[in-house]
């Protein structure tokens, strides 16, 4: 009997995996966090591909509204992870903003069922954070993980702007060199050490190819025939024979020119010895941070693997106010078709701060090309959601030279359906004080109601330069308004804080009498004429005794002002050993008892 097996039963083929849902779409997010729908512009910024792509954005058109909704909608559809997003601003407080907005909106979508989850993942695969951090921040981050690599301990030190100013002020206090073209004070030299090391940093140049640019500009301006002669030598040149007619009147000002530039030749040194400091002191300024992060990214390529894999979003805040050493930072990370998001507006830029560019969002399209070699896609908005229409209006034709002459597209901002008709107002006045008077008037007339209450509205006063805002504040405190003076500026012009100022400088530097008599003479002294006279004659005497002591030569007793001896003598030596009572100087002046008082209080409190 033959046996008969069952045939065998083919193995049963896998199921087709179930197709992911559609992505959803802006206007759909939107919706479902209860957001107002998205302008056309906004949604073709939002659902825009993961290329680079440049936003123009008019001010107040929600430029931050939107790049948080491009993050949220690149997370829905699947593009990247919340930790794969890094955006970069310039403050920490729209740092903070942005990543507020961009938090709260993945966890409202997470809760709506709004995310995308792959097969196999864990329930947390999107429970990650985007990174958004200022540009100085993302700058420190690269130095302190690689900048072993160029002689750089990652413990290495921030200075904040005081600490680099004392470290500057040593250098230049201790400076021995030739600086017979530099004609300044010690604190605005130490101001220009600091600047031209920024400017430096913030331009990837060193100080060596800043002294051949120099020096080959002084040598064409002496080979001017108004400059001066051939064989003319210093940094002011020589009288040299004028070429032509006229030409005379203008040598002194080529000479003047070129003693500027040989000044400036003579700072550098001390920016190098100031550079040399702070690497003994391990220390780093902001400018360092960046500079040395961009020459990381041009030479080390595993950083850049590694940044890239680390950030497939990049957002970039207030575009056009980046430097050089920021731009060649960035495209060193993220060129080549990475997804780079720029946002900026040509007409609300800083340029030369920092080394700004106005050429900047020009250059974007060209610098950051798609993944295909074409420039990058450009996108606008231009929807304002801040003012009403009549300020639009008045906005708009102010601007409209610089939209005729910018190079970048930057259309004309348009009111928001809802906005109201607005009204703006110019007048013109006499005095600051007449204007401000005007100013006061005005807003108190919008913050109370007719019936006294407050009206529940905020109102800000710009000021052309910080001189305005004390009398501004006063006219506003007159009229019964509240008033917060914004902005370190005004508060260093406060009388209490410009005293306390004045307090430190006289503590840490004793030689600083002109801070003394601002205490002297202030409102917490008083000192008059007569008692000021009779201090400045009893330090001069302190001084005398001292240098009879020592050895030195004593002036005349009766020389009431000497030159030499005032630059060497200190009002602050002369508080902490105030005359005996009864003194009297050889013009028979003595302090009076007020004053004596008031001086042992001040010399008490330093």
Known sequence: ??????????????????????????????????????????????????????VVAGAGSGKTETMAARVVWLVAAGQVRPEQVLGLTFTRKAAGELSERIRARLRRLRSAGLLPRAAGTAADDLEGEATVCTYHAFAGRIVREHGLRLGVEPDARLVSQAAAWQLASEVVAAWDGPMGSVEYAVSTVTAAVLDLAGQCAEHLVDTERIDDL???????????????????????????????????ALRPKVRDLVTRLEARR?????????????????SLDFGDQVALAAELAASVPQLVAAERLRARAVLLDEYQDTSHAQLVLLHALFGDGHGVSAVGDPHQSIYGWRGASAGTLQRFAERFRDTSGQPARALALSTSWRNDRGVLDAANAVAAPLHAQSRVFAPLLSPRPTAAAGRVLVRSFETVEDEARAIAEHLGALWWDASGAHAQVSAAVLCRKRSQFEVIEAALRERGLPVEVVGLGGLLTTPEVSDLLAALHVVHDPTRGDRLMRLLTGAGVRLGPRDL????????????????????????????????EVDESSL???????????????????????????LAALAATM
Request: net charge positive.
């Open 214 to 248: 120099l020096a080959s500009r002084i040598e064409r301006l002496l080979a001017l025939p108004y400059g001066g002669s051939a064989g003319s030598t210093g940094s002011a040149g020589s009288a040299g024979s004028v070429g032509r007619s006229g030409s005379s």
């Open 266 to 282: 003579q700072l550098l040194p001390v920016v190098q010895a100031y550079r040399r400091l702070k690497r003994e002191r391990d």
């Open 533 to 564: 006279m009779a201090f400045g004659s009893w330090s001069r005497e302190l001084h005398r005794r001292h240098a009879g002591r020592s050895g030195g030569v004593e002036p005349a007793p009766d020389a009431d002002v000497v030159v030499d």
């Open 1 to 54: 009997m033959r046996s008969t097996s069952a045939p065998a039963t083919e193995p049963a083929s896998p199921s087709p995996p179930a197709p992911s849902p559609p992505a959803p779409s802006a206007l759909q997010i939107a919706r479902a966090l209860g957001q107002p729908d998205p302008t056309p512009e906004q949604q073709a910024v939002i659902e825009a591909p993961l290329q680079p792509l440049l």
């Open 572 to 598: 602050v030596e002369a508080l902490d050993d105030l005359p005996p009572p009864g003194w009297r100087d050889a013009q028979g002046r003595s302090l009076s008892a007020a004053g004596a008082r008031r």
